[in-house]
């Protein structure tokens, strides 16, 4: 006559749950390279920045998929916080390249300050 320990069938326990640690608000978020951020989302992408920190400003070649980009409110684009200030040419569709939403050419925009990590 065999028996379990303590005279009862041994009962099975829950398994073991593996919690994954989500990011919390404060610590900062993976940035792409060429995009343009506004309230922590994407809103633009960009083609040949170049930063002239002397005149603090980032000159774009070219934005696109800038739907979403709210001109008159400040961006962050890599470590930086920037106000478009200036754009030479801006087309809703480029027939050339329907896939990349509204075009904006010769962009300059002012740095105002660094983003917060």
């Not at 006559?1 to 005279?7: I, K």
């Not at 696109?64 to 001109?71: A, G, K, M, P, V």
């Not at 684009?77 to 990349?100: C, E, G, L, N, S």
Request: with cysteine.
């Amino acid at each position: 006559m065999s028996t379990f320990a303590g005279g009862k069938p041994k009962e099975s326990q829950p398994a073991a749950v593996e919690l994954t640690s989500k990011p919390s608000s404060s610590e900062p978020q993976p940035r792409e390279d060429d995009a343009i951020y506004q309230n922590g989302r994407v809103v633009a992408r960009v083609a040949d920045p170049q930063v002239d920190s002397e005149a603090k400003e980032i000159r774009f070649a070219e934005l696109y998929n800038s739907d979403e980009l709210l001109l008159p409110d400040e961006c962050e684009f890599q470590k930086y916080t920037i106000m478009v200030q200036r754009i030479a040419h801006a087309t809703k569709v480029d027939k050339a390249a329907p896939h990349k939403g509204r075009v904006l050419r010769d962009v300059v925009a002012e740095i105002l300050g660094y983003r917060e990590h």
